[in-house]
């Protein structure tokens, strides 16, 4: 009766180790997520259609400034890049009338992705109605992005936000 029962303990020890070793540890999944994440977004930067959700901004030679929410953007597209995000720094020439922002709309030009260790860095010239931008991406793997903006009629100015995948625009009929 022993023997039957320290046999029966043993083979519930090895089922239930069984049953344990094949779960994935918090590493393993957080490893997977990671790389997942990854892949998203170097074929976001591969098809070099996304969109940057600003979370701050750093102007020039000021402190970082925190943005709403979900406001601010610029959805990059190698047809038609828009763009709305806020300006706080020196203007050179400014649009009298105008709310003081950097909106523009065009078409990018010569557009460069350069793969980093850690990072992606995407640079592209677009230029809009009254004035020429050159953005810089740096597109990191988890999806923070710094985007750096240089105009020929405001100072440097700088965002922190995420890219994401664009987001389809359905027309109602």
């Known amino acids: 009766m022993k023997t039957?029962?320290?046999?029966?303990?043993?083979?519930?020890?090895?089922?239930?180790?069984s049953v344990f070793g094949q779960e994935k540890t918090k590493k393993?999944?957080?490893?997977?997520?990671?790389?997942?994440?990854?892949k998203e977004v170097e074929a976001?930067?591969?098809?070099?259609?996304?969109?940057?959700?600003?979370q701050k901004m750093t102007p020039q030679g000021g402190n970082f400034i925190i943005l709403d929410y979900n406001t601010y953007f610029l959805r990059f597209n190698t047809d038609k890049t828009t763009c709305d995000l806020?300006?706080?720094?020196?203007?050179?020439n400014a649009d009298y009338g105008g709310d003081g922002g950097i909106k523009f709309e065009g078409t990018p030009e010569d557009i460069?992705?350069?793969q980093k260790r850690k990072s992606y860095i995407v640079k592209?010239?677009?230029?809009?109605?009254?004035?020429v931008y050159?953005?810089?991406?740096?597109i990191f793997y988890n999806g923070n992005t710094t985007l750096s903006i240089t105009s020929n009629n405001k100072a440097f100015i700088s965002y922190d936000g995420l890219i994401r995948a664009p987001k389809v625009v359905e027309n109602k009929k």
């Open 86 to 92: 806020p300006f706080f720094g020196r203007a050179f």
């Open 124 to 131: 592209a010239t677009v230029r809009g109605k009254n004035d």
């Open 28 to 38: 393993e999944i957080k490893a997977e997520k990671e790389l997942q994440q990854q």
């Open 112 to 114: 460069k992705i350069e």
């Open 4 to 17: 039957k029962l320290s046999i029966i303990l043993v083979l519930c020890c090895l089922v239930t180790i």
């Open 134 to 138: 050159l953005l810089m991406f740096s």
């Open 44 to 54: 976001l930067v591969a098809s070099k259609k996304f969109d940057f959700e600003a």
